[in-house]
């Protein structure tokens, strides 16, 4: 597909024209009303599912999670007002830039935009939490790879803490991370950690919310041990070293023993998280656990962060409003994944990158689709969520056709009087 691009828009009346061609002889196409004639300013072309037997491909996924993300967004801007990161993601462009770039993703090969402004809030954005964790499972993934190569054994620690309703979750957050903490500089736990040879580690908080018994945060730590590693030995003493930690700390303890039964879990030859496999469409391991462990689907009544999303757009959930933002408030200032010292340079990982940086990055083998001036930008904002999310699935397959609706917008636009409200 040449590279296409909008003759003469981006100045008043001349924008309306909205000539479209293509580098490489391209035809010159008008507005579209997109596929099978549909309205303008909706999301054509994602099939609604009809049959439960209907079996999605990929790419279709891919589409359908990319709208979800938007219209997740979108709820998270109006719980979230306040926060001008937030407010501005994907929506005005970023500073010092010209144009606004689509880009066709190496990874999915779907569309998405570049120099846009973007929050770097992983732990709560649908937009930049779900590239954060791509990053994330990447990285995990190859330090995976270097470990096991070299003959290690990686293992799943899971340590909880009991909770109650009336429980604050800042407050137990805090109590959990300054618990490890703790723990790791610990004498005895340092020597346990020489004895069974756990070099490095990666730990995650991962935090479900249940209306029974408030919300449940517990930490994961992704350990690379020897490959002699005694799995259940090590959680015995694990357990009561956690156990003794989270005394200190003044955590609410009323059954030490179902601390000491439930507390501290290692898990090898990781299975874990398995039933996940039909409905992303492959499989789901250490690194996606570890990585995606906020963004996944919770169990039962047990809910992660992107399903009090869900609920707060479905409204599904009686005061998921009010949990979520308890939640927000909570990560603020938290780091949420964590390596250990020196970890990455030892097995040979560049150095890390910040949430932000990651966000706002640019995959360096996306082919660039289409160039939109920021007035045009600002007409396709103009015509909605629906509009920006019609753009990108037009530019999936056609970005001849994409540039032509584009065009229709600048007209919609310039005929409003440049009025209206932004998505």
């Avoid at 990447?138 to 995976?144: D, G, H, M, P």
Wanted: glycine fraction near 12%.
């Amino acid at each position: 597909m040449g590279l296409a691009t909008v003759e003469g828009a981006g100045r008043g009346t001349q924008a309306a024209a909205g000539r479209v061609s293509a580098v490489g002889g391209g035809p010159d196409r008008g507005g579209l009303e997109g596929p099978s004639g549909s309205p303008l300013g909706t999301i054509a072309g994602i099939a609604a599912r009809n049959s439960a037997d209907s079996v999605a491909t990929t790419r279709e996924m891919g589409k359908l999670a990319r709208a979800e993300r938007y219209e997740l967004q979108a709820v998270l801007r109006g719980l979230i007002s306040e926060n001008r990161r937030i407010q501005g993601c994907l929506r005005f462009p970023r500073g010092g830039v010209s144009e606004i770039q689509i880009h066709q993703s190496h990874n999915s090969g779907l569309a998405y935009y570049s120099g846009l402004q973007t929050c770097g809030l992983g732990g709560v954005c649908p937009a930049c939490g779900s590239k954060i964790a791509e990053h994330n499972c990447r990285e995990i993934q190859a330090a995976l790879d270097v470990w096991c190569g070299r003959g290690g054994v990686p293992a799943l620690l899971t340590l909880t803490m009991p909770h109650y309703r009336s429980q604050r979750l800042s407050d137990n957050l805090n109590a959990m991370l300054a618990a490890y903490r703790a723990l790791l500089g610990n004498g005895s736990y340092r020597l346990l950690r020489k004895h069974v040879k756990l070099d490095h580690s990666i730990r995650v908080p991962e935090i479900t919310y249940g209306p029974r018994n408030g919300f449940h945060p517990h930490l994961h730590i992704l350990g690379f041990f020897g490959a002699d590693f005694d799995a259940s030995a090590f959680e015995r003493q694990f357990a009561r070293l956690w156990l003794a930690n989270l005394q200190r700390h003044g955590v609410r303890i009323d059954d030490p023993a179902a601390v000491l039964l439930r507390g501290a879990r290692v898990q090898l030859g990781f299975t874990a998280g398995a039933e996940y496999v039909s409905k992303l469409g492959r499989s789901w391991g250490l690194a996606e656990e570890v990585a995606k462990a906020n963004r996944k689907k919770g169990r039962g009544e047990h809910y992660s962060p992107a399903d009090l999303l869900r609920h707060v757009r479905d409204d599904t959930l009686p005061g998921a409003q009010a949990v979520y933002r308890e939640y927000v408030a909570a990560i603020d200032g938290v780091h949420l994944l964590q390596w250990s010292r020196d970890m990455r340079n030892q097995l040979g990982l560049k150095a890390e990158k910040t949430d932000q940086a990651v966000a706002a990055g640019e995959d360096q083998a996306a082919a660039v689709l289409a160039r939109l001036t920021l007035y045009e930008w600002r007409a396709v904002r103009f015509g909605g969520r629906a509009a920006v999310l019609r753009v990108l699935h037009l530019a999936d397959d056609d970005a001849d056709g994409a540039l032509g609706y584009v065009g229709e917008l600048v007209r919609r636009y310039e005929l409003a009087g440049r009025g209206g409200v932004m998505c």
